[in-house]
């Protein structure tokens, strides 16, 4: 019981020791203001980046895996020459013969360019499309976007010439504003005049499948018995815009690595060129009784405080940067869709996996970088503050 | 191969330290062969200065290791979607030959470096560096660990084909898998139990008394060793199954997902603790003979009895909650 | 006690410029006695006094401070007896600029890990002593010369040692301030501290405080 209590009052000197260090640092760093906030800055910076891009890159992989989960199992496309063409309504029948399909559904859907604002729109008809003939559902970014309305309506032209004058009558909510943004929802009959797709037709087919296993068996059987068909299932799209983004992702950082690199040197540097004056001063604290270990122990906190100010300041600001303004710096280089989406807003998606990475990233690196030019000074002679 | 931020992370931090292990290494043999205690040269001096250099670089290395087993158990979460058939970080890391092998060598390289951690830690108690021939032998075996650890997560990362076909959870660690995974799975969970609970109450018995008498440190550090193991297959057997309240899911990952309150850090990390400081205690045991440690030896080695004893008991405590509090029961 | 059998100091071991700042130094102090070492410069006191303060190690010979074999000891044991044992007070009173008085006086305790508020209660004791008790949350760098020195002096008793050590303590001080200092010395005398001084000064060795004077030349002892 006894040495159960040293143990304890150990313990505790060991904390008090911490505390007495981290006091000893926070003033230190305080006293060499200019020269710490010039690396602060630089590290927020390089954490900013960083995480903007990681943040980014989520957050858009994050919203392309929602809107594609509640997309039809499998699609069906026919292909002409090797091109996606329209497929016969015929097709549906024959695809409902296979064994563990529970329906299809024709699709209709098309883009259609407006010269006055020089934008490409999406033109749609939904499943089930209550409203009159001559009035559309449009997303959040059609309106802003279109330029001025005649008489609150919109003047489309056909394929065939003739104009079309379609009233929007309803702008679908800002939650899932990144795929509906530029969209404009019609009628089965409005939709075949402007695109002039033929009745029969429809752009490709959505099939439901009653059991998820036997997606690969169906897809097989489908361009067995329609030779001219692609059947694409929803998990081999999800991947696909899994691994892009991801891909992105790394292919940014690797881009971001000169940059990188240039910091961990800065901070090499920095770490190495010690002033005289700080130097003079673990001289003295060793002069006076530290030894190599404390002075060690009074780097590592200083590298604490430099790193966990400089991951918060960076991992803030990117968040304020991709989730607050719309990553507004590197919205086009990133998002490789069309201009159309000036303020489309992410949902904020961060998760303790993004923040490992992130200081994988940079606090590691940094921290072993920093290891020898600290062990340098920490094992200077005690007996050279005599010699000053 | 697939690049993405977590993989650079990952396998740019483990090349840099796998550079700072091969350096201090190397500055550690130096050290050896121009060792020589009784002088006052400046040799020796600097020499002295740099066991700071070494010690400080495996304590960060430590720290490395540690983190770089979550980001990399984390990153094969992630990435389950990339492959067919993988629904959490087994199917990902089932996804080449690689991931398995990789994940065991980090497990094991972090234990190594944590004993090698306390023999650094018993050396540095003494006025006369007693051990550091074999603690700096002892390097050689970690810095191999070490480079090891680095080369089959590399192999891994770039050796991912996303449109391979993998097995997930559900199959590998199922009953009727052939593989030890699957065996450890299939394991009869009453006679599963008993052992474990056995060997728990043993290594806590033998512990106790390591604390109050000083005796039986090494068969100590021999049952935390074996505890572990157990453990670990107990967690596939049962303990994971009791937390997912279905009998036939057996995954030792899921359990790290937020569906499960992340309840898998804190069951891996206290067995993780009392693992590496159990076999440290009883590696410590074995440290004894010269002088210098002879008053040093029986604090620590209650020190770290100790804190092994803690994590077994929170691991025991985590582990046992389920079973304890739910309605579930797991008949095999 | 403190004990020096042989000891020897040389630099550069090995290359051409090799030089040998002491040459077998063999010396005894009792505790409690006032030592000035003496000697022309370069002929090693400062060298001598660093090793005796446990801040460099001898290339030979043997060192016992009250018994303890104190030679080949791995720097944390000596950095924990120098802490413990010694008090330092340099020629350049060697402040950290930028803190205050009371911090510099607390820097030595920090690795001890005492309770903040008794050190801090110790430190500013001492000041009070040392007659500066209202300047503790200046900065030193705007301290008179014997002010800082009363600082570097409250640093060297903060972790209370049972032996001081001053290099050229007198160096930057005018024979006021000078004798001040002596005064200050003579006390810690009474409260039976051993004292070594290594000196230049005629005031310092000529003054009654001092028990003995060693005089030192080309690194060996001559008187
Ligand atoms: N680190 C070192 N490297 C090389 N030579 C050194 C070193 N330290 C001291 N010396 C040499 O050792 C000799 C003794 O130096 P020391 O400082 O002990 O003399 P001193 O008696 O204190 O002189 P002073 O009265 O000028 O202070 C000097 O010649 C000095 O050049
Ligand atoms: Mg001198």
Redesign the pocket.
């Known amino acids: 019981m006894i040495t159960l209590l040293k143990n304890l009052l150990s313990e505790m000197i060991w904390l008090e020791r911490q505390r007495f260090f981290l006091d000893f640092t926070l003033s230190s760093l305080w006293r060499r203001k200019g020269r710490n906030l010039s690396l602060l800055v630089v590290y927020s910076l390089v954490t900013f980046l960083l995480s903007s891009v990681i943040f980014f890159t989520h957050a858009l992989r994050k919203e392309a895996v929602i809107i594609l989960k509640d997309g039809p199992e499998m699609i069906v496309q026919r292909t002409v020459g090797g091109r996606h063409s329209l497929i016969p309504v015929s097709y549906i029948e024959k695809i409902k013969l296979i064994r563990g399909v529970s329906s299809v559904n024709p699709r209709l859907w098309g883009y259609y360019f407006h010269p006055a604002s020089r934008t490409n729109y999406t033109i749609m008809v939904p499943e089930n499309f209550s409203q009159p003939d001559d009035t559309v559902e449009t997303g959040a970014g059609v309106l802003r976007t279109w330029g001025p309305l005649t008489d609150g309506k919109l003047y489309i032209r056909a394929h065939d010439g003739e104009a079309i004058v379609l009233k929007p009558i309803n702008t679908m909510g800002e939650g899932t504003d990144l795929v509906s943004s530029d969209l404009i929802l019609m009628s089965e009959t409005i939709f075949r005049k402007i695109s002039g797709v033929p009745a029969g037709y429809a752009t490709d087919l959505s099939v439901t499948i009653r059991n998820q296993r036997e997606s690969a068996t169906i897809s097989t059987k489908i361009t067995r018995d329609l030779p001219d068909t692609r059947p694409i299932l929803k998990e081999d799209i999800i991947r696909t815009y899994s691994s892009l983004f991801d891909w992105r992702g790394g292919y940014v950082i690797v881009l971001l690595c000169g940059t990188v690199l240039a910091f961990f040197i800065f901070a090499w540097d920095r770490a190495t060129g010690l002033s005289a004056e700080e130097k003079k001063e673990i001289g003295i604290l060793k002069g006076i009784g530290w030894d190599t270990s404390d002075v060690l122990m009074m780097k590592f906190w200083e590298g604490v405080v430099i790193s966990v100010s400089a991951f918060l300041l960076g991992v803030i600001t990117a968040y304020i940067h991709i989730y607050v303004t719309s990553a507004t710096l590197f919205q086009h280089a990133l998002k490789g869709w069309s201009t159309l989406y000036p303020n489309f807003s992410l949902s904020p998606a961060i998760d303790p996996y993004q923040l490992a990475i992130l200081f994988f990233l940079t606090v590691v690196p940094y921290t072993l970088l920093t290891i020898v030019p600290t062990w340098t000074v920490a094992v200077s002679d005690p007996d050279q503050v005599m010699?000053h | 191969m697939l690049l993405n931020p977590a993989i650079i992370a990952l396998n740019s931090g483990s090349l840099l330290v796998t550079a700072f292990a091969f350096y201090a290494l190397y500055t550690a043999l130096r050290i050896l062969t121009h060792w020589n205690i009784q002088s006052g040269s400046e040799l020796q001096l600097l020499l002295e200065k740099k066991t700071y250099l070494i010690s400080t670089v495996f304590s960060y290395v430590l720290g490395f290791e540690l983190f770089s087993l979550v980001l990399f158990i984390f990153t094969a979460e992630h990435m389950h979607d990339l492959f067919v058939g993988a629904m959490c970080a087994a199917g990902s890391l089932n996804a080449n030959d690689y991931g398995y092998v990789a994940l065991v060598v980090k497990i094991i390289t972090f234990m190594i470096c944590g004993v090698w951690m306390i023999v650094n830690h018993t050396d540095n108690q003494a006025h006369d560096y007693p051990l550091i021939r074999p603690k700096y032998k002892l390097l050689i075996l970690l810095t191999v660990m070490i480079a090891l650890d680095t080369i089959l997560q590399i192999k891994y990362f770039m050796g991912l084909r996303t449109d391979v076909i993998t097995s997930c959870c559900g199959i590998i660690f199922s009953g009727e898998s052939q593989s030890l995974t699957g065996s450890a799975a299939s394991l009869p969970t009453t006679a599963t139990m008993l052992v474990f609970y056995a060997a728990l109450l043993l290594t806590l018995r033998v512990g106790f008394s390591v604390v109050i008498t000083g005796r039986g440190a090494a068969l100590y550090g021999l049952l935390a060793g074996a505890t572990t193991i157990i453990s670990l297959a107990a967690v596939i057997s049962f303990i994971s199954v009791y937390y997912y309240q279905l009998p036939t899911h057996h995954c030792p990952f899921c359990i790290l997902q937020k569906d499960y309150s992340y309840i898998g850090y804190p069951l891996y990390l206290s067995l993780l603790l009392a693992g590496t400081t159990g076999m440290g205690t009883g590696v410590v045991e074995s440290l004894k003979g010269p002088k210098s440690l002879a008053k040093v030896i029986p604090i620590l080695r209650k020190r770290f009895c100790l804190i092994s004893l803690a994590g077994f008991l929170i691991f025991a405590l985590i582990a046992s909650y389920p079973i304890l509090f739910t309605d579930f029961v797991l008949n095999s | 006690m403190i004990q020096l059998s042989a000891i020897t100091k040389s630099?550069?071991t090995g290359k051409t410029n090799e030089?040998h700042?002491l040459k077998g130094i063999n010396l005894e102090v009792s505790l409690g006695e006032v030592i000035v070492f003496v000697?022309?410069?370069?002929?090693?006191?400062?060298?001598?006094l660093s090793i005796i303060g446990c801040m460099s190690r001898p290339t030979s010979g043997r060192i016992w401070i009250s018994g303890q074999e104190i030679t080949s000891l791995p720097e944390r044991f000596a950095a924990r007896i120098r802490r413990e044992t010694f008090g330092f007070i340099f020629q350049n009173y060697n402040l950290i600029k930028g803190i205050s008085v009371l911090e510099n006086t607390m820097l030595p305790a920090y690795p001890l890990g005492g309770k903040y508020r008794l050190t801090k209660e110790r430190a500013i004791t001492l000041l009070d002593k040392l007659g500066i008790g209202s300047k503790i949350q200046e900065h030193v760098e705007y301290l008179s010369g014997g002010e800082q020195q009363r600082v570097a002096i409250a640093r060297a008793l903060i972790n209370a040692p049972s032996i001081i050590i001053a290099d050229?303590p007198t160096a930057h001080l005018d024979t006021r301030l000078a004798g001040q200092l002596l005064e200050i010395f003579s006390g810690f005398r009474k409260e039976g501290k051993t004292i070594l001084i290594?000196s230049?000064d005629a005031l310092v060795f000529e003054s009654a405080v001092v028990d003995r004077v060693i005089a030192?030349r080309d690194g060996s002892v001559v008187k």
């Open positions: 010699r | 630099f550069h030089f700042a000697g022309p410069s370069g002929s090693g006191k400062t060298t001598l050229e290594a230049h030192m």
